[in-house]
Structures are given as C-alpha cells and as structure tokens.
C-alpha cells in the first residue's frame, strides 16, 4: 500500500451480509476488496483498500446496505497506514479447527466466475440449512457453491447459476426454513459480482 491509499475496517454482523456489503462498496466506489475476516463470532470484517475519499465513501455506503438488510455494522478508515498495520490487516487465512475453516477470505486463483448469479441463504441452526438446501438444488438449475459455518450456529449456503434459477431456489429455500420452523439471517441474490468478491469464493 502506497502513500495517499488508505486502509477501510467495515465489520458487519453476519457473513451473507458482509458479502452483499462488500460486493456493492466495490461497485460503489471503485475500491478494491482485500479480503474478509472473521472475528471468531458471527461478524465478518471487510478489508478495504483504495483513495481515502474513496475506501471512507466506500465505507458508508457499505454502513447504509447493512442497516437496511437489518445487519448492525461499524467502520474506521485508516489513511496511509503504517506498514506494520497494513501487514497485520493482510496476512494470510488461518485454520480454525473448532470450526474446520480458515478464519479469512482472500483472492484465489479458482474463483467462481462473476457471470454466474450468487446466492445466499444464511440461517441459525443446521437442520433447516440443510433441508433448504436440498430443496433448492432441487426447485431450479443451480450449482452449490458450498457451506460455510461462521460459529454460533450460523450456516451460509451459497448457490450459482443464471438469476431466475438462483431467484427461484432462493426463494424456495426461503419458504423451507419458514416452514421448518428455523431461524433466517438473510436470503438473497447478488445478479453479477464483483470480480472482487467473486474471487473470495470457491468455484
């Protein structure tokens, strides 16, 4: 990170959240993702770099979408960085073994193609996750994306495909979890992410 770039800490309180959050602050504002963290909880914090007008427009956008999913979050931005903050804020994912995942999300190489809609549906409790999950793959042509526990009995499952397929199983998932009885966080599509995001996620 060069001298006139700044550093943005947006922390949102769930993980699907965090990444409608992030993809739309990439979009809004021409800034790039560094990645997402979790905070050993439901909270994930997005890492932002770029200008600082734009990481702190960036940021306060990211801070409105939140509260209007419902979601809690705070941010700082921090212009022209110590090397030593910027190092602690980039290193790389490490191996949660209470949850058998990396406690970070950074740019891979494999990543899931920004063509495909993402979907997302997050809820408390692995039964219902579950069994929407089977029901969406089954309601519509989509792909599973994968399954991500974050701790607290938070799961989020993520689908591809085009939008109406992803729409149609989003919503079928939805109606699941409603009927089981289950707890929603969130269900939701983004139609074309970022190429940003779309590089945190596995294929």
Known sequence: MTDGFSLGLLE????SPSFIVADRCSKAAGVRILGIES???????????????EVQF??????EIAQRMGATATFTVLPAPLEVTRLLADQP??????????????PR??????????????TQGLVAALHATDDMLKSANVTLV????????YITIMI????????????????????????????????????????????
């Open 93 to 106: 994912p490490q191996f949660s073994p209470l949850l058998g995942v990396y406690d970070s999300r950074v």
């Open 146 to 153: 994968g399954k991500e526990k974050i701790g607290a009995a």
């Open 39 to 53: 905070t050993d909880s439901a909270a994930q914090c997005i890492k932002l770099i770029g200008g600082v007008a």
């Open 109 to 122: 190489k494999d990543a899931m193609s920004t063509s495909d809609a993402l979907g997302l549906l997050e």
């Open 58 to 63: 960036a940021a306060e956008h990211g801070m």
């Open 12 to 15: 949102v309180s769930n993980l």
């Open 160 to 203: 591809k495909g085009d939008v109406a397929a992803v729409q149609n199983a989003i919503e079928t998932g939805r109606s699941t979890v409603e009927r089981l009885g289950g707890k929603l966080i969130l269900a939701d599509v983004i139609p074309r992410p970022h190429s940003d995001l779309a590089a945190l996620l596995p294929k």
